[in-house]
């Protein structure tokens, strides 16, 4: 069956950098985009953004230039979200979502339990 | 891009009916069928319900219905039952190749 498992989670210092890691097991890896989304605590879903994991080429929603990087490695079967100068305000769960296309289509449908990320000093 | 439009919070008893919208713009909901719809109950993984505005995936309960007119989508709960108190979020493709969420709706079963 489909699985998505995320890394644990994450209590960082502000500046940090943190790498969270989804692996995938159950499908054709390189034949589904991962979607990455951010949940912040007692707020709502936020889209970050997709990644073809067979071209490669990520997209990023306008609040997650920069700093927030997609990446994988199809030899492991896993998607990693890079978050480079950690602020406060990045606290967060974050969760890794398979599309249900090779591109970012707009639906997914099997979701990572979530990796929650702290930012304190 | 601004956030889909839901109400905060709807509630039902058991048995009844609601309804939760889903309010967009041409730009989104209203100019693709890719509406979508999820339920996270707290401290868990979003699940899918329905997806392309009313499709429901193998294994979602025919109690979860979709439909969409104009710029808004609406997802019904029909026989509410206790376990769907959760909270509920559609998400549309847009104009701009990209995703947006709903800002999520807190379904109480008095």
């Known amino acids: 069956q489909v699985q998505l498992v995320q890394s644990g989670s994450e209590l960082k210092k502000p500046g940090a950098s943190v790498k969270i890691s989804c692996k995938a097991s159950?499908?054709?890896?390189?034949?589904?985009?991962m979607t990455w989304v951010r949940q912040a605590p007692g707020q709502g879903l936020e889209w970050m953004g997709w990644?073809?994991?067979?071209?490669?080429?990520?997209t990023y929603a306008p609040d997650f230039t920069g700093r927030f990087v997609f990446s994988f490695d199809t030899s492991v079967r896993t998607a990693y979200l890079h978050i480079n100068s950690l602020q406060a305000e990045d606290g967060a769960v974050y969760y890794c979502a398979r599309d249900i296309a090779r591109y970012g289509s707009g639906t997914v449908d099997y979701w990572g339990q979530g990796t929650l990320v702290t930012v304190a000093s | 891009q601004s956030a889909l439009t839901q109400p905060a919070s709807v509630s039902g008893s058991p048995g009844q009916s609601i309804t939760i919208s889903c309010t967009g713009t041409?730009?989104?909901?209203?100019?693709?069928?890719?509406v979508s719809w999820y339920q996270q109950h707290p401290g868990k993984a979003p699940k899918l319900l329905i997806y392309d505005v009313s499709n429901r995936p193998s294994g979602v309960s025919n109690r979860f219905s979709g439909s969409k007119s104009g710029n808004t989508a609406s997802l019904t709960i029909s026989g509410l039952q206790a376990e769907d108190e959760a909270d509920y979020y559609c998400?549309?493709?847009?104009?701009?190749?990209?995703?947006?969420f709903g800002t999520g709706t807190k379904v109480t079963v008095l």
């Open positions: 990644v073809n994991t067979n071209a490669g080429n990520p």
């Open positions: 041409s730009s989104d909901v209203g100019r693709y069928n890719y």
């Open positions: 998400s549309s493709y847009t104009s701009s190749n990209t995703l947006v």
């Open positions: 159950g499908y054709s890896f390189t034949n589904y985009a």
